[in-house]
T-cell receptor, first 116, second 113 residues
Framework: GAVVSQHPSRVICKSGTSVKIECRSL??????MFWYRQFPKKSLMLMAT?????????EQGVEKDKFLINHASLTLSTLTVTSAHPEDSSFYIC????????????FGEGSWLTVV | AQSVTQPDIHITVSEGASLELRCNYS??????LFWYVQSPGQGLQLLLK??????LVQGIKGFEAEFKRSQSSFNLRKPSVHWSDAAEYFC???????????FGKGTRLHILP
């Protein structure tokens, strides 16, 4: 099946800094990507939906200015956590679908963010 | 808006015993239903999905699920669990085959030796 890759798999950053997580579709054109957040031992919460070349659509309660999502190409979307705080520490997972994905959504492996 | 309910937070079964994990959904139209498994610290693995057709869906690792429209349910079953099945299981619903997926809160499966 198609592959979606996230990078980095684990990252530690200091409070107040920004950190970027990448989500890449390796063998299909990801016209749509989704970003989820998962707190420890909790479910996955949809943060936003991004369509290539458009502004992301954020779910209610998600801070747009804090979680910047860019989807400038058909193979890459990025999530930037700005001015990170310890409470932003979480597991972030992306998923993608599009041309060549066979009407299927593929998930990345996830990225662990720890803010210290 | 669509939603998913997994009524059991934890389930414990003995190795070799049968398993059923419950899932109820709320959605006005024909739902697209999924079951995912997540091992600790890992990403998601798709076990099976239902889009249309036969209401009994076969998945990987010996899992199956049955879509029951009258009960708004999509329960996951396995006839004989293995210790390696211990993990978190998520039921999910989508608006379409390739639209956003909404997850239930998950059921943690524990296996007794």
């Amino acid at each position: 099946g198609a592959v979606v890759s996230q990078h980095p798999s684990r990252v530690i950053c200091k409070s107040g800094t920004s950190v970027k997580i990448e989500c890449r579709s390796l063998d299909f054109q990801a016209t749509t990507m989704f970003w989820y957040r998962q707190f420890p031992k909790k479910s996955l919460m949809l943060m936003a939906t991004s369509n290539e070349g458009s502004k992301a659509t954020y779910e209610q309660g998600v801070e747009k200015d804090k979680f910047l999502i860019n989807h400038a190409s058909l193979t890459l979307s990025t999530l930037t956590v700005t001015s990170a705080h310890p409470e932003d520490s979480s597991f972030y997972i992306c998923s993608a679908t599009g041309t060549g994905a066979g009407n299927t959504i593929y998930f990345g492996e996830g990225s662990w963010l720890t803010v210290v | 808006a669509q939603s998913v309910t997994q009524p059991d937070i934890h389930i414990t079964v003995s190795e070799g015993a049968s398993l059923e994990l419950r899932c109820n959904y709320s959605y006005g139209a024909t739902p697209y239903l999924f079951w995912y498994v997540q091992s600790p610290g890992q990403g998601l693995q798709l076990l099976l999905k239902y889009f249309s057709g036969d209401t009994l869906v076969q998945g990987i690792k010996g899992f199956e699920a049955e879509f029951k429209r009258s009960q708004s349910s999509f329960n996951l079953r396995k006839p004989s669990v293995h210790w390696s099945d211990a993990a978190e299981y998520f039921c999910a619903v989508g608006l379409n085959r390739d639209d956003k997926i909404i997850f239930g809160k998950g059921t943690r499966l524990h296996i007794l030796p």
